[in-house]
Nanobody, 116 residues
């Protein structure tokens, strides 16, 4: 069965960085686009970034462009989200999603808190 397992969240000060990882299994990872979403308290789920199956094409929400980078390692069945210059408004639970755009499966989420 499809499994998506996120890791790498935590508490960071404004301006800091975190890298999230999502380990995928149960499907042909290298053949599928993948996505990161986030959900802040009392808000809907927001698409943050997407990446094509080869990693050659990426797209970002306007709110994270220039600060976040999505990447993938198809040999490790893992997708990453590098988050730099974090802001308090980036505080949310971050979810891995796939396979596809959007996909039918979600990880359990990882909490990112940006606070001084």
């Amino acid at each position: 069965q499809v499994q998506l397992v996120e890791s790498g969240g935590g508490l960071v000060q404004p301006g800091g960085s975190l890298r999230l990882s999502c380990a995928a299994s149960g499907f042909t990872f290298r053949a599928n686009p993948m996505n990161w979403y986030r959900q802040a308290p009392e808000k809907g789920r927001e698409l943050v970034a997407t990446i094509s199956s080869t990693g050659g094409s990426t797209n970002y929400a306007d709110s994270v462009k220039g600060r976040f980078t999505i990447s993938r390692d198809n040999a490790k069945n893992t997708v990453y989200l590098q988050m730099n210059n974090l802001k308090p408004e980036d505080t949310a639970v971050y979810f891995c999603n796939g396979p596809g755009r959007p996909g039918a499966y979600w990880g359990q989420g990882t909490q990112v808190t940006v606070s001084s």
